[in-house]
C-alpha cells in the first residue's frame, strides 16, 4: 500500500508540473509559443483531450485524467464516481484534502 501512495503521489505531481502542448510554461505565455488565443481554444475546443504516456503514468491515473477530460460532459464522472475511481479510492480522506490544500490558489 505505501507504494501505491508513493506512486499516486509521484503521478499527481508529475502532471502538475508536466509542461503543456506548444512549450507553453503559463497562460499568459500563449502568445509567445507560436499560438494565438483563438488557435488556443479551437484547440480546446475541437481537438482530442491530451494523453498521458503509459511509461511514464500509472494506468489508474491515466484512466482517471482520460475520464475527466472527456468532451461531453455527460460523459464525464460525478465528484462521487471520481472518488471510486481506482487510483482516488484508496487515498485517504487526509491524503486527499492535503492534495486539495496544495492545488489552491493563494
Given amino acids: 500500500e505505501g507504494n501505491t501512495t508513493a506512486r499516486r503521489h509521484a503521478d499527481?505531481?508529475?502532471f502538475e508540473t508536466r509542461p503543456?502542448?506548444?512549450?507553453?510554461?503559463a497562460p499568459m505565455e500563449v502568445l509567445t509559443c507560436g499560438m494565438t488565443?483563438?488557435?488556443?481554444?479551437t484547440?480546446?475546443?475541437?481537438?482530442?483531450?491530451?494523453r498521458l504516456?503509459?511509461?511514464e503514468f500509472s494506468s489508474q491515473f491515466i484512466s482517471m485524467i482520460a475520464a475527466c477530460t472527456r468532451k461531453a460532459a455527460a460523459e464525464r464522472p460525478?465528484?462521487?464516481?471520481?472518488?471510486k475511481n481506482a487510483w482516488v479510492a484508496p487515498a485517504s480522506e487526509k491524503e486527499l484534502n492535503a492534495w486539495i490544500d496544495k492545488l489552491k490558489p493563494r
Fill in 78 to 83: 460525478s465528484a462521487t464516481e471520481l472518488l
Fill in 37 to 41: 488565443f483563438w488557435e488556443l481554444l
Fill in 20 to 25: 503543456r502542448e506548444h512549450h507553453c510554461a
Fill in 53 to 55: 504516456p503509459p511509461d
Fill in 12 to 14: 499527481a505531481d508529475e
Fill in 43 to 50: 484547440e480546446i475546443v475541437e481537438g482530442e483531450p491530451a
